[in-house]
């Protein structure tokens, strides 16, 4: 098992160097001002009392592309035992993770007897669909949502994936042909821990599948809401594959799909040497065509930003004075920082709507304490118009409103601020 870098342990607070490859060229491109956790959400009784906020700075580095946050909040600050996010609830989401798990039994050829584990497992929706196949598997969730994977009977250790915690699933369960982690690596400061205890876990010529959003699409789509504490890198293949050659493993492999509006999967094979699918030369040819490894690429993204910033901005301020009611639905973490950087607050919308099943229902959003409520209000009320938080799932969004009944017209922020007619929704 390979010994990790003491930058791969990333400290709290402050960080003035690369945190994949630790190079000091870094670059500043967005600055979003102080801004509050995004998935800390606030109940009724909280609004009486102070709320802290940490910078959220957008950094490139210069050498490896690797986009971070040069804040880090503590992780058990981050992901408290009430953390509100599960991956089950939302169709969108479920379904895309059955589907991950039908095309990884298929690429590999898993047998019963294979151990899979997926660690940020949630609510174990993507383990479930490897369980219905009689695959062996094992969540790892540091959060509360892990009881609820455990009731569904997915078998889930209530920890932080680390040396130790792999340690004790190899001798319980032994060892994994497959380790995935979805929208979780970019999120951790223990990324030596990590990819140290995945190859331990992992057996020989197992694969590690790694799956977050991509910085092209990012940076291509405006999508600055993708920056937050969680989120603490944003990353290229450039810089997985400086990473992982860090450590005793191959980048073998790497897809590109449309969830959160843009991610890679990176497919990281236990040992040195691996045969590489051609589609990795292929995608750093077209990083260095499309230009991430040049500053000027993220200061048109950052210009960017600030148009779409301006045109929203203008718009609500627009349509309050001619007395529209103009309102949010859904909230996922990315409205938290957009709201916040925006300088949106309940006078300008006075509420945000979700699915009745969502644990957010009856909070309130972090910064601007805009109330989140159930999405039935949106047919009884009828708005004039309704934003598109969700913007990434926005045309699946306004076609089920729409069939329930929604008239509204729709506002979608990014990548740049638009107004959908409710007529032209199909």
């Not at 060229?25 to 906020?53: A, R, V, W």
């Not at 047998?111 to 997926?118: F, I, Q």
Request: one cysteine or more.
């Amino acid at each position: 098992m390979p010994l990790y870098p003491k930058h791969h342990f990333v400290r709290d607070g402050h960080q003035v160097s690369c945190q994949v490859c630790n190079s000091s060229k870094l670059h500043l491109i967005l600055d979003l001002g102080f801004q509050p956790l995004c998935d800390t959400l606030l109940t009724k009784e909280m609004l009486n009392q102070s709320e802290t906020t940490y910078p959220l700075r957008m950094l490139w580095c210069q050498k490896c592309t690797c986009v971070q946050l040069d804040y880090c909040v503590p992780g058990s600050i981050v992901y408290h035992p009430d953390y509100p996010y599960r991956s089950g609830i939302t169709q969108e989401l479920a379904d895309y993770q059955r589907k991950i798990s039908e095309s990884l039994i298929k690429k590999y050829n898993l047998k019963s007897t294979e151990l899979v584990v997926d660690v940020g497992s949630n609510d174990g929706t993507l383990l479930s669909g490897f369980k219905q196949k009689y695959i062996r598997v094992v969540g790892v969730e540091p959060t509360n949502i892990a009881k609820i994977a455990r009731k569904q009977g997915i078998e889930t250790v209530q920890k932080f994936f680390d040396i130790k915690t792999a340690k004790e699933i190899k001798q319980k369960y032994g060892q994994a042909s497959l380790i995935i982690t979805t929208n979780t690596f970019a999120h951790m400061q223990t990324i030596g821990e990590f990819i140290a205890g995945a190859y331990n876990l992992l057996k020989k010529d197992g694969i590690f599948i790694n799956e977050t959003h991509y910085l092209l699409d990012v940076i291509n789509e405006g999508q600055f809401d993708t920056i937050y504490h969680e989120h603490l890198r944003t990353y290229s293949l450039k810089a997985y594959v400086e990473l992982f050659k860090q450590y005793n493993f191959t980048v073998t492999d790497v897809e590109r799909g449309d969830r959160y509006g843009g991610n890679i999967r990176v497919y990281a094979t236990k040992g040195e040497g691996k045969k590489v699918n051609p589609r990795v030369k292929e995608l750093l040819k077209l990083e260095k065509e499309f230009g991430l490894n040049k500053l000027v690429t993220y200061e048109k993204f950052a210009q960017r930003v600030k148009k779409a910033r301006f045109q929203f901005m203008d718009f609500l301020i627009q349509a309050k004075k001619a007395g529209k009611l103009v309102v949010g639905d859904a909230s996922p973490a990315r409205a938290s920082t957009l709201l916040n950087y925006y300088g949106v607050d309940t006078e300008l919308l006075p509420y945000i709507t979700e699915q009745p099943t969502s644990l957010k229902l009856n909070m309130y959003l972090p910064g601007k304490h805009i109330p989140i409520v159930n999405n039935e209000r949106l047919i009884k009320e009828q708005p004039d118009y309704v934003v598109m938080l969700a913007w990434h799932y926005a045309k699946p969004i306004m076609q089920r409103l729409k069939t329930r009944g929604l008239k509204s017209d729709f506002i979608v922020p990014l990548p740049d601020f638009r107004i959908v007619r409710n007529s032209k929704v199909r």
